[in-house]
């Protein structure tokens, strides 16, 4: 049972790395932006540019329905709250803590909210109950933010 799960959720598996390097692309390329615009400029567009995707996506896709959003309760229209968070503060990170450090921060936060999620089943989720396995992870990744959370100094590649 368990090895079927896993074969059948590969490509899902595969999906979230490949988003995982979007947003390092993502990262880079709005601090520059905002560099040229100013932070919350940088995020509008941002936004923007993701709203104007998602909108093509809706009309190609063709399933769901944008009325069924009327009746959804307050809470499942704040995911664009925490997004706006999110990019402003890795517009702000990026500069000062360089990428690689800002990707695990964010990842450890991430984690450490989906341990809880995951646990408690909020927002709807199964619950899956943290194990020996999940808190070793949690602590990779403050092992690896403590290693790479140094001063910027010149490459020596």
Do not use: E, Y
């Not at 988003?19 to 932006?33: D, K, M, R, T, W």
């Not at 402003?88 to 450090?101: A, E, F, M, Q």
């Not at 695990?104 to 989720?125: C, E, K, N, R, Y």
């Amino acid at each position: 049972m368990k090895g079927s799960f896993r074969m059948a959720n590969l490509s899902f598996v595969f999906l979230m790395v490949f988003a995982g390097v979007c947003v390092a692309f993502q990262s880079p390329i709005n601090s520059a932006l905002a560099k040229a615009s100013g932070s919350f400029q940088a995020s509008f567009i941002s936004f923007a540019g993701g709203a104007l995707l998602s909108l093509v996506m809706v009309f190609v896709a063709g399933n769901g329905s944008l009325r069924g959003v009327l009746h959804a309760p307050w809470w499942q229209w704040s995911g664009g709250a925490f997004g706006i968070i999110f990019i402003v503060s890795v517009i702000l990170s990026v500069p000062r803590i360089g990428v690689s450090t800002m990707m695990v921060a964010g990842l450890a936060g991430q984690l450490a909210a989906a341990l809880a999620i995951d646990q408690f089943g909020w927002f709807g989720t199964t619950p899956r109950p943290i194990d020996w396995q999940r808190v070793v992870a949690i602590l990779l990744f403050v092992i690896a933010l403590a290693l790479l959370w140094q001063p910027a100094r010149p490459s020596t590649l």
